[in-house]
């Protein structure tokens, strides 16, 4: 995948809500299955309808320490493709983890990796390594590579505004993130409810996930040791790509430990 140079600049500000001021939990609905909680869910089944449906899933996800309305800072971003129908994906990151600036492409097609440096230069572009089985340059590939989890694995909760407050499982939500944020997540992350917003707005898809209220409900032994800075606030938009071409493996894969970027057209 080459990187797509126009920039998701203001992503964050699209879903400036604050979760933690939406309002009466998920038990106070209980048992109010009125006009209102089925106004939010068939508002939720549109959406659920609209993910579903499209061909070629193109998505654009940012990770930051908190809530843009608190000020919080961009980690990393995530943009890519997703095909449904054959489960391939190319997937571009922009990081600063740690300090460190990380420009990179993948493709994962048929159960392989394939790994793209924006360091290598202009003329490798086309030109990818094969990393399935590289652990250290696998860690920004989601486990669940297929970001409508966001939306069709949430629970309606309530109205709030142009979209609706949702529940999402936190083991979603960590399958959804890069798989190298955090290793041993804490096992009562697992069945936690994590509240997030998603909102329709046209052709676009649009969610905000409160991690941080997430790790506010792991029991605070369970997080001893554990760095929840790397996370705080998810948001994300889809919509169904332009190109409906398929993903398909890179034209010129090489071994880089043997040919040189610029020459891995000719490996």
């Not at 309002?23 to 009125?34: N, R």
């Not at 054959?86 to 997937?91: K, Y």
């Not at 997030?196 to 941080?212: S, Y």
Request: proline content about 5%.
């Amino acid at each position: 995948m080459h990187r797509d140079p126009r920039r998701a600049v203001g992503l964050a500000a699209i879903l400036v809500v604050a979760l933690t001021a939406c309002g009466a939990s998920a038990d106070d609905t209980k048992g109010g299955e009125g006009a209102a909680a089925q106004s939010e869910k068939e508002q939720l089944r549109t959406m659920v309808d609209q993910v579903d449906a499209m061909k070629v899933v193109e998505w654009r996800g940012q990770l930051l320490t908190a809530n843009p309305d608190s000020g919080g800072k961009q980690i990393l971003e995530l943009s890519g493709r997703y095909d449904p129908g054959s489960g391939s994906s190319t997937l571009a990151m922009d990081s600063v983890l740690d300090g460190e600036v990380q420009q990179v492409d993948y493709v994962v097609v048929d159960g392989r990796t394939y790994f793209n440096s924006d360091d290598w230069g202009a003329g490798a572009e086309d030109c990818y390594v094969d990393i399935t089985d590289d652990a250290s340059r696998t860690w920004a590939i989601p486990r669940d590579l297929d970001p409508r989890w966001s939306v069709n694995k949430a629970r309606a909760v309530r109205p709030i505004g142009s979209g609706v407050a949702v529940d999402v499982r936190g083991s979603r939500l960590m399958d959804g993130l890069p798989r190298g944020l955090f290793q041993d997540v804490p096992a009562a992350v697992d069945k936690i409810k994590v509240r997030a917003i998603v909102k329709g707005h046209g052709p676009l898809v649009e969610v905000a996930v409160d991690v941080a209220g997430m790790w506010g409900k792991v029991p605070p032994e369970a997080l001893a040791g554990f760095d929840t800075r790397r996370s705080g606030w998810w948001a994300m938009t889809m919509r169904e790509s332009g190109d409906g071409s398929p993903i398909e493996e890179p034209r010129h894969v090489f071994d880089n430990t043997v040919t040189a970027p610029t020459q891995c057209t000719r490996a």
